[in-house]
């Protein structure tokens, strides 16, 4: 039994009945196999023995009493993981092509997971019969997590642990720092309430630290940045001041309150030609990425006469987990805001732009330091947290202000080689992630066998149709790879 970290249990009180904090993912498959063709009760018996590499699916909340703390994670032996109840089926209807699949996930990513299990649920289906890039008989499996269970990275490394690895056996992953294994029944009142006296005798001492840290990261940081601002006010030029960003970003129809309903749709890419972009204008596959969504955003906002003159600003997760905490599960993540030039009607000159903002902007991120996000988590209480967000919620405040930053785009590397699920061979990986209230819009990117991905997630009064945003990412590829490969400076 372990307590949640701070920025964990801030997920779960992110949650509300129109707010989900599921992240998501669609795994599409060949289902033959070398011993016959890959159906549920296969995928069950498969996940059964893969349960030792994922402990984070073995895992269940065990609350504390009026939420005065944290929870716990209490770990439920793997026999005692419901498989019935977790894994479940479903038929495609017809036609069975990207609008089916892409309803049946904007479908589940509106359904909350419930606390009293494990915080996680697969749903097997079967019918993909009109995917053009795919045969027809393929199956899907579409995943969903708790974001206080998991983030990016570390959904990505679940995923390696339930594949089949390459025919090697599953390595059996480490059990997270600080934590136990354990039987679920000792995850009762009894044991949570005398874990949590042990846990508030040592209180003082752990804040003690974290202050001290979060202080130092933001002390130290400040200094640094003043004493950068100094030098850039002597030597400064226009494209520099251009990068930077006021860190309130422009009000749009994408901040707003949101929904119970989810729109989603996946775009694919090949990754050679977003690296030869990259290799051509000296960026970074997260700058092209970044431009790819800016162009799509500033056309999919014109179309609606709702593109502000300012730039829109992304928020872009940066994970700071280490090599030792591969296997902890949760949320290790820190965060950097990047002017996203919407602005700019060239598309050269707004990746050039982007880039610019990225690089000033990881200058400021490792100058507060990486890791103070995570450690000033630690010091929100959790039952303050929920109550903060519930009233947000039904006050309606994201109508009130002006937005931090517009949306949320986060790019996770994923495996570079072709996975398979119980012998069967995974073509594509497309992710999902939550919205809530004024953030209508999160972009996830997965890198995957050569496909870089975008799984649109929307809420869906924000963005009701996420393919044509998908179709506009496409577009937005498109006229920059023929700027960028064409030979034009752009600059």
């Not at 699949?101 to 904007?106: C, G, K, N, T, Y």
């Not at 970044?290 to 799509?296: E, K, P, S």
């Not at 039904?394 to 996975?419: D, Y």
């Not at 819009?441 to 050569?450: E, K, M, R």
């Amino acid at each position: 039994m372990r307590r949640l970290s701070g920025l964990d249990a801030g997920f779960l009180s992110l949650e509300t009945p129109t707010t989900p904090m599921t992240i998501g993912s669609l795994s599409i498959l060949d289902p033959a196999t070398d011993s016959g063709r890959l159906d549920v009760d296969r995928l069950r018996a498969f996940l059964r023995s893969r349960l030792e590499s994922a402990p984070v699916l073995c895992r269940r909340l065990s609350r504390v009493p009026f939420d005065l703390w944290r929870p716990y994670w209490t770990e439920v032996a793997p026999a005692d993981v419901d498989l019935e109840y977790h894994v479940e089926k479903t038929v495609l209807p017809k036609p069975g092509g990207w609008r089916e699949i892409s309803q049946l996930v904007a479908w589940e990513l509106s359904r909350p997971l419930e606390r009293e299990r494990p915080l996680w649920q697969l749903l097997f289906v079967e019918g993909l019969d009109s995917v053009p890039e795919v045969a027809v008989g393929a199956v899907a499996i579409i995943s969903r997590v708790h974001h206080a269970a998991v983030d990016g990275v570390s959904g990505a490394e679940i995923l390696g642990a339930l594949s089949d690895a390459g025919g090697r056996p599953p390595v059996r992953a480490r059990v997270a720092p600080g934590g136990v294994r354990v039987n679920a029944r000792e995850g009762g009142v009894v044991e949570v309430i005398r874990r949590l006296g042990r846990d508030v005798a040592g209180a003082p001492a752990e804040v003690s630290r974290t202050i001290g840290r979060s202080l130092l990261g933001f002390g130290g940081g400040a200094l640094h940045l003043a004493k950068q601002e100094i030098g850039r006010q002597v030597t400064s030029t226009a494209s520099t001041r251009a990068s930077s960003i006021s860190f309130m970003a422009p009000r749009t129809r994408l901040n707003r309150p949101v929904t119970a309903r989810r729109s989603w749709a996946p775009a694919l890419f090949r990754l050679d030609l977003i690296k030869a972009i990259k290799a051509a204008r000296d960026a970074t596959v997260n700058d092209v990425v970044l431009a790819i969504c800016a162009g799509a955003l500033r056309e999919w906002l014109k179309a609606r006469d709702d593109l502000p003159q300012e730039p829109l600003v992304a928020m872009v997760p940066v994970s700071v987990r280490s090599d030792t905490q591969r296997s902890t599960g949760g949320n290790l993540v820190s965060a950097m805001l990047i002017s996203l030039a919407t602005d700019e009607p060239d598309p050269l000159q707004r990746l050039s732009k982007i880039r610019a903002a990225a690089r000033s902007s990881k200058v400021t991120h490792q100058a507060v330091g990486a890791r103070t996000l995570v450690d000033a988590a630690q010091l929100v209480p959790f039952a303050l947290s929920g109550l903060g967000v519930r009233l947000y919620s039904r006050l309606h405040m994201a109508e009130r202000h002006r937005p931090l930053f517009n949306l949320v785009i986060t790019n996770v590397p994923g495996p570079p080689v072709s996975l398979s699920v119980a012998g069967a061979s995974m073509l594509f990986h497309v992710a999902a992630a939550p919205v809530f209230d004024g953030l209508g819009l999160i972009l996830p990117i997965f890198s995957y066998a050569g496909t870089l991905s975008v799984g649109v997630t929307a809420d869906h009064d924000v963005m009701p149709d996420a393919t044509e945003f998908a179709d506009r990412l496409t577009m937005a590829f498109e006229e920059l790879e023929s700027s960028a490969l064409s030979g034009g400076d752009g600059e």
